[in-house]
């Protein structure tokens, strides 16, 4: 199992990094923890950016987070503001982007995510975010939409609602691509761990608490 698991090298963070996912996935939060690790643990400068405009509360809620951090905060709100971000944001370690949580199951709603999304010329990790509670199937499914955003790598939350975890090791089998880091639980911005192939097999049959 150990030999089949893939796992994205932290060291390997580009530095934008964008979060796309269904409603509910808990990608905000999940951005938000991510960023508190590297303001708190790593001295890193951060900024925090949203495309996010249709979400009632969206932009406030990352607003209000990146006050907390000290850390600047914009919006993005098509693919000309991509050069002013990467050119305005130079002097930053990390640029985390959040991206509307469309389901994506028409083609108006794939149609305004792609108004939004990074440019080819931008080098940057696309986050898909997903939660551990759901079947494999659906996870398939939510995987299928989302393969135009060409995701570099996986990130699942609400590992601390779900029964079981073979979900994560089936999908990561299937779909072939790495594994970024985990949410663990609600709490900012303690439950969040990058993962490992050494977490995951301790997940998957329960040898310590989850949050152990």
């Given at each position: 199992m150990l030999s089949e698991i893939q796992i994205r090298?932290?060291?390997d963070a580009k530095r934008i990094q964008c979060f796309f996912g269904p409603a509910g996935s808990g990608k905000t939060s999940h951005l938000v923890k991510l960023a508190s690790y590297y303001v708190i643990h790593k001295?890193?400068?951060?900024?925090?950016?949203?495309?996010?405009?249709?979400?009632?509360?969206?932009?406030d809620q990352l607003r209000i987070y990146a006050q907390i951090l000290n850390v600047p905060f914009g919006?993005?709100?098509?693919?000309?503001?991509?050069?002013?971000?990467v050119d305005s944001l130079q002097n930053l370690d990390y640029v985390l982007i959040d991206?509307?949580?469309?389901?994506?199951?028409?083609?108006?709603?794939?149609?305004?995510?792609?108004?939004?999304l990074p440019q080819d010329a931008v080098s940057c990790d696309k986050h898909l975010v997903l939660a551990a509670t759901l079947k494999d199937k659906e996870a398939l499914e939510i995987t299928e939409r989302?393969?135009?955003?060409?995701?570099?790598?996986?990130?699942?939350?609400k590992l601390d609602e779900a029964v079981s975890h073979g979900l994560i090791y089936n999908y990561q089998?299937?779909?072939?691509?790495?594994?970024?880091?985990?949410?663990?639980?609600?709490?900012l911005p303690e439950d969040f761990e990058f993962a490992t192939k050494e977490r995951l097999i301790d997940l998957i049959f329960k040898i310590s608490k989850l949050k152990g």
């Open positions: 090298p932290q060291g001295n890193k400068k951060v900024g925090i950016l949203s495309s996010d405009t249709e979400k009632v509360g969206a932009l919006i993005l709100s098509s693919q000309s503001d991509w050069k002013a971000v991206f509307p949580g469309s389901p994506l199951k028409d083609l108006e709603q794939i149609e305004k995510l792609k108004k939004v989302y393969r135009m955003i060409k995701p570099t790598d996986i990130i699942f939350n089998k299937q779909i072939k691509l790495p594994l970024f880091s985990f949410g663990i639980g609600a709490n």
